[in-house]
């Protein structure tokens, strides 16, 4: 396995040698964007959204990390400046392989921890409280001697110039940005109390150190969420009506009903509205009664059951503009006026159509029925008007857009191990043996972690 950190032999999947606008960094994915953002932002402390758009600003601190890195200053990600990000980053590139398709953003951490033991026996000390302090310093010299043997391992594997920091705080710690080492010792508490007291006990165990080593990884997330939908303003000036059910008895007076569907076309919501019709005029059949009032009515009755059985046979939809932008409740209490003529004598022609009369709005004649075809001689003809009234809930003068977003997460996966080194009474330097194996501890840590 060649070593990650022998820069003047690795080659970046598609870099080059210089820092050229020619570089691969203007072929690479958005992944591998978001990886220098990243970076961006463990190494300078800034605030970049790492999107994955090679935007202005992430153009600006890629110049000043460039600068500060005594590179040429042009704002494109050549083999140099990949190099400087990496090391920076503590030695991982944060994207698996190389930068492209199918790859998932990552980065990695290490976490050594050493904590550092001592047993409860200490026979020169004078008293409880001297042997507790003794035993504390003991214990923490013993932490110091293993982070420096563990430091110089890493080091050695990783290369000299390896970033690691060191914990300063015992607190539940934040996922390290490349390695970090913590160590302090806990003196003999614990071993008193497992001891039951007894100051006596030199047990082996409790002359010790800890050494726990924790990978973590952290992948970045892109996800898509669903986001309330948009409204935008759907009142408008182009209407559609079509009349779905109409009833009438004309003899003389006109009494009559009407349904009809009005739909913005432009949002394509629809709703009904009804009216009660009043006016004059006679229906079909009249005429031909003469002046015999029990025919006439007769007649009137059968047209209007005629009426019901082709409610929905040829009358189309009709198109009209009004002069100002209205929504549904525009409608509720306005006058609506339907007409209807019908003249047959062999060929019979039908015109209805309906208007309203306190709505500009073009055409001004809305003719939603006019057909010819055959019939028995035959005469009709009235006018009549009613107040429209909306039925059932307002679906809304409103468009609505359904809306995604896409939002950046990330999820932590562990792995750790624990190594357990153990002391001479009162000494803090390791024996050969245990030196031997907290190095090959050690070194098969730094391989997992490259």
């Known amino acids: 396995m060649s070593n990650l950190f022998d820069l003047e032999s690795f080659n970046f999947p598609g870099s080059q040698s210089d820092e050229s606008p ?9 992944d591998h964007v978001r990886w220098v953002q990243g970076s961006l932002n463990r190494i300078m402390g800034l605030r970049l959204t790492p999107d994955g758009e090679l935007d202005r600003q992430t153009r600006s601190a890629i110049r000043s990390f460039q600068k500060r890195s005594g590179l040429t200053s042009d704002g494109y990600v050549g083999a140099q400046t990949t190099r400087a990000l990496v090391a920076g980053s503590g030695g991982t590139m944060n994207i698996d392989q ?54 110089n391992e890493l080091r050695a594997r990783l290369g000299k110039n390896i970033k690691i920091e060191y914990a300063v705080s015992q607190m539940e710690p934040r996922n390290p940005q490349g390695i970090e080492i913590g160590s302090y010792g806990v003196g003999s508490v614990d071993a008193l109390k497992a001891a039951g007291g007894k100051r006596s006990d030199n047990s082996e165990i409790n002359r010790k150190v800890e050494v726990m080593i924790e990978k973590i990884t952290t992948t970045y997330t892109t996800g898509g969420v669903s986001l309330p939908p948009q409204r935008v303003p759907g009142r408008t000036d182009t209407w559609a009506l079509g009349v779905t059910k ?24 629809q709703m009904f509205a009804t009216a009660n019709l009043y006016g004059g005029g006679l229906g079909a059949g009249v005429a031909k009664a003469g002046g015999s009032l029990k025919k006439q009515f007769a007649n009137a009755t059968k047209n209007n059951l005629a009426q019901a059985v ?33 003249a047959s004598l062999g060929i019979k022609g039908v015109y209805a159509y309906a208007t309203f009369p306190f709505i500009g709005h073009h055409p001004d004649v809305l003719v939603f029925q006019k057909k010819i075809t055959i019939g028995l ?21 409103w468009l609505e857009y359904d809306r995604t977003d896409q939002v ?19 000494k803090w330097d390791l024996l050969p043996t245990e030196k031997s194996r907290l190095k090959d501890f050690v070194a098969t840590w730094a391989r997992r972690y490259i």
């Open 98 to 151: 190389e930068a492209g398709f199918g790859n998932t953003p990552r980065s990695f951490g290490l976490r050594v921890t050493i904590i550092g033991y001592a047993s409860p026996r200490w026979r020169g000390a004078k008293n409880a409280t001297q042997a507790d302090r003794l035993n504390f310093q003991l214990s923490t010299r013993r932490a110091d001697s293993v982070r420096a043997l563990v430091e």
């Open 310 to 342: 082709t409610d929905f046979i040829g009358r189309g939809e009709v198109f009209f503009t009004t002069k100002k932008e209205m929504g549904f409740d525009n409608f509720d209490g306005q006058f609506i006026r339907i007409g209807k003529a019908t």
């Open 408 to 426: 950046q997460g990330s999820y932590d996966t562990h792995w750790r191990e624990t190594l357990l080194l153990t002391f001479r009474t009162g």
């Open 377 to 397: 001689p035959d005469l009709e003809g009235w006018v009549a008007t009613g107040k429209l009234r909306l039925r059932g809930p307002n679906p809304g003068d």
């Open 22 to 30: 020619e570089s691969e960094m203007s072929r690479y994915s958005p």
């Open 246 to 269: 109409l009833r009438m008895l004309a003899a003389g007076a006109a009494l009559g009903s009407i349904e009809v569907v009005l739909r913005n076309r432009l949002t394509n919501k």
